[in-house]
């Protein structure tokens, strides 16, 4: 069945102008189709097409499904924009299919990008969810200076900083993660984190982690620390 | 330093075309400058330019490194090309960048692709392992029959086939993995393997897998596979 994106649907029973032009004019449904809606916040709604208008489309809420995230302890991930936004919209599209509760874009010393439009990455997000059958959106903050983020007092207690240099005692990701709990894992920028950076972390409570012993990209080392939360929670089940 | 590809290096001692244009005319390396040579089976070479020709450009083997990959246990993973060719390609990249040993393009009774040239993928998988500082390249098969890779008796007795079908009884692959021991995982194409598919896979020992409760795309669900493969192999060390 179809699904739908509509934050405020239990308010306003219509879907928004883009959601209400693929419904009517791309796919063609008319009144009385049934669709699916998510408002992004965990909720499931079965619905009934009650207009179909193109700009407008209004629905009949037929049912109510709470979908709950399936993992338990949130994954937060902060991490440097990459200069190739393309390289950063796909590890937002593929952390958002495997699961991911939060994407901080970081503003670091090294960063070779300064500034993040998160319209269209927004967007992705969007189509993630719906593709992957899911009703939760990642929160996707703006670009947030990296001393801002790591003073973040709401940040849980579990705190990783994957870090380069070798010459930075670091301990393996995977062998320290605790599953289950809410964790924050910073990313940093192509030509990495500074020292002073890593050391305001570690101040505030990170640990330098690595992945292991492949040098991976921005964006391949924030899926890979998803992908491995989800691992290491689901070899315990 | 710079790192290029010459699978002949130890032969020939010269780097091949496109890598000697590569040094000689982007990068204006010149005679006397030191560079690092990898040849897709594990050895680097440190070498020294001996004749900066932009077309046959020579060197001289100063030292050898053997630099295995950094995991035991070969992964392979079998996997129906999508549709969209640079979801096969980012794919190829990540995977190389995390470290995979084999690729196999599946061609199964669903898939969208029914053809690759895999020249492309080639030349993606030797940067990424140029870009992740590995030594080896993973081996790529031309795009093969399901029959014929199921039926392949040199596959190691590891084998999941990881399918979305919930009727199907499945294991949770992170749960049955077993790192450090070699691993072949199917990944079928966006209409997933038929029954009949799966039927013969479990006749030659694969295991039916989930990843858990998100639905995955086929190129995501392949990246998993290694990205989690990994993740419990570091867990233990």
Same mark, same amino acid.
């Not at 509509?6 to 102008?17: H, R």
């Not at 693929?22 to 796919?27: F, K, N, S, T």
């Not at 200076?145 to 207690?157: F, K, T, W, Y």
């Given at each position: 069945?179809?699904?739908f ?11 928004? &102008?883009?959601?209400?032009?693929? !419904? ?5 449904l ?75 874009p ?5 960063? #070779? ?9 927004r ?19 703006e ?9 973040? #007092? ?11 240099? &070798? !010459? ?21 920028? #192509?030509?990495?984190?500074?020292? #002073? ?22 964006e ?18």
């Open positions: 069945m179809h699904r994106y509509a934050p405020d649907i239990t308010e306003t029973l219509l879907l928004p &102008e883009a959601e209400s032009a693929h !419904a009517v004019r791309v796919l063609r008319a009144e009385g189709d049934e669709v699916e809606v998510v408002d992004g916040r965990g909720n499931l709604y079965g619905c009934r097409i009650s207009l179909a208008h193109s700009k407008k489309c209004g629905v009949e809420i037929v049912r109510h499904i709470a979908v709950p995230n399936h993992w338990h302890g949130t994954i937060t991930v902060a991490v440097a924009p990459t200069k190739n936004l393309d390289r950063m919209e796909w590890m937002a599209e593929k952390a958002t299919e495997m699961g991911i509760d939060r994407i901080t970081l503003l670091c010393r090294h960063s #070779e990008r300064k500034e993040l439009k998160t319209e269209r990455l967007k992705i997000l969007v189509s993630a969810m719906k593709q992957s059958l899911k009703a939760a959106m990642p929160q996707l903050d670009m947030t200076a990296i001393a801002r983020v790591i003073a973040d #007092e709401s940040l849980p207690p579990q705190r990783y900083i994957a870090y380069c240099d &070798e !010459a930075t005692e670091r301990r393996q990701f995977e062998a320290c993660y605790r599953p289950g709990e809410d964790v924050v894992v910073m990313i940093g920028p #192509e030509g990495d984190f500074s020292p #002073e950076e890593v050391k305001l972390a570690i101040e505030h409570g990170f640990v330098p982690v690595t992945f292991g012993n492949s040098r991976l990209r921005t391949t080392a924030a899926l890979y620390a998803v992908a491995a939360a989800h691992a290491l929670k689901q070899a315990r089940q």
